[in-house]
Structures are given as structure tokens and as C-alpha cells.
């Protein structure tokens, strides 16, 4: 399975954006990025996810570069309940076998200051 | 209703009792998953079901025992467990394969069961 490398900490200042970088030079033509985050005592949850362009949510941004080798997820005005572990993770798209094999790296844990 | 419930919260147990966790949904996702995650580190795979049949087991130990009554629910049954057992257990829902895109299949998960095993 293609693995992600994200920075094990990040910090931010309350309402400034944030930008949570995600390498993932083995990705292959069908893998999804798929980004989820972990509030503390909390389970995982989903934030976005793409294939080659920028996504927008009303959670967040993802930009997606031509390559596909990183990407970075976006925070636009970031608040104190967007402190979490976020988790950069690729999932492909066809191999059917691979069904529910979304498999999590390390992540990066994001502290946001008031 | 967009919730997978768990039950229980917390749960404590010795190494010879018998217990189970219980993970219900009602989104009609037809893929279901149980992840275990140590403090500090990332969710790991245990288990998949989809369409209620088994379709992914990570090498788990025996003594972690899955179920899946019906496209709701999924119970992870518990055995003869030892301290190192002690984790938050997950479990996590999808739209099931062919529904959606593979690659694009989202997860929702539960707040998870926390476990101690004495």
C-alpha cells in the first residue's frame, strides 16, 4: 500500500489559516486522498478527499498537486476546536479486494492557540 | 440518522471472562470495520465485513472473535484477552463495494469502546 509522510506537529493561531502538508510519492493513479482528523477521545472523522483536483468543503480545502506526490489540506480560519490528529491517507480506487483497507499513518498533531 | 453507536463506553474485564462490543448503524451502509488503537498511535484494521460476510481479517488472535447479525449491527466478542489487549476499540462504517467508487468510499466512525484488561 502507498504510504503518506506528514509532520508529527503543527501549530496555529486561532482564526489564521492552516496549511497540514502530506507527501505521498508512491501514490498510483487510482489511489484517493483521503484526509481524517481525531479529536481527542474521539473516533476518526472524515474531513475530504480527492483524486487529482482541489476539493472545497464547508470543513476544509484540498489542494492537490499536478504530480500527485503531495498534497495539502487547508484550514482556512482555524479555531480551538480544530486541535486534532489529522491523518493524509490513500486508498485506491479499484482494487476491490483493498475494501475498507484505509489504513492510517502516524498523522500530525495540530494545536491551535487562542 | 448519520451515527455508528458503540457500546460499551468503557469496559474493564479479566483475562478469563467473556465480553462483547457492539457497534449498531443505521445509514444503510453495507460495510462494516472494527480498528483498534493503542494510546498515541494511529487506528490499525482489525476486521471488514461487507454484505455481512467477512471479507478482511488482519492476522487477528483468535481470542477477538467478529460478528455481524445483520447490515446494522457488528459485534467484536472477546476471549481470553491479556493486558496488552487494553486499547480503544473503533468501529466504522461505508457505503458497501460497488455503491461507490472504492477509492472514494467515506468512513463514519463510532466514539469507540475503550477496554482494560486486568
Known amino acids: 500500500d502507498a504510504k503518506t509522510t506528514q509532520p508529527n506537529s503543527m501549530e496555529s493561531n486561532e482564526e489564521e489559516p492552516v496549511h497540514l502538508p502530506c507527501n505521498h510519492s508512491t501514490i498510483s493513479g487510482t489511489d484517493y486522498i483521503h484526509w481524517y482528523r481525531q479529536l481527542p477521545s474521539q473516533g476518526p472523522e472524515y474531513v475530504i478527499h480527492?483524486?487529482?483536483s482541489n476539493v472545497n468543503n464547508r470543513m476544509a480545502s484540498l489542494a492537490i498537486a499536478e504530480d500527485r506526490k503531495s498534497s495539502t489540506l487547508i484550514l482556512h480560519r482555524a479555531t480551538l476546536r480544530d486541535a486534532a490528529v489529522y491523518y493524509c491517507?490513500?486508498?485506491?480506487?479499484?482494487?476491490?479486494?483493498?475494501?475498507?483497507?484505509?489504513?492510517f499513518g502516524r498523522g500530525t498533531q495540530l494545536t491551535v492557540w487562542p | 440518522d448519520t451515527e455508528v453507536t458503540q457500546t460499551p463506553k468503557h469496559l474493564v474485564m479479566g483475562m478469563t471472562n467473556k465480553k462483547s462490543l457492539k457497534c449498531e448503524q443505521h445509514m444503510g451502509h453495507r460495510a462494516m470495520y472494527w480498528y483498534k488503537q493503542k494510546a498515541k498511535k494511529p487506528p490499525e484494521l482489525m476486521f471488514v465485513y461487507s454484505y455481512e460476510k467477512l471479507s478482511i481479517n488482519e492476522s487477528v488472535p483468535s481470542r477477538f472473535s467478529p460478528e455481524c447479525p445483520n447490515s446494522s449491527l457488528l459485534n467484536l466478542h472477546l476471549h481470553a484477552l491479556q493486558p496488552e489487549d487494553s486499547a480503544l476499540y473503533l468501529c466504522?462504517?461505508?457505503?458497501?463495494?460497488?455503491?461507490?467508487?472504492?477509492?472514494?468510499?467515506?468512513?463514519?466512525f463510532g466514539a469507540g469502546s475503550r477496554l482494560t484488561v486486568l
Open positions: 466504522a462504517s461505508s457505503q458497501g463495494q460497488g455503491v461507490a467508487a472504492i477509492g472514494a468510499n467515506v468512513l463514519t
Open positions: 491517507i490513500l486508498r485506491d480506487k479499484n482494487r476491490g479486494s483493498t475494501l475498507g483497507r484505509l489504513y
Open positions: 480527492g483524486l487529482t
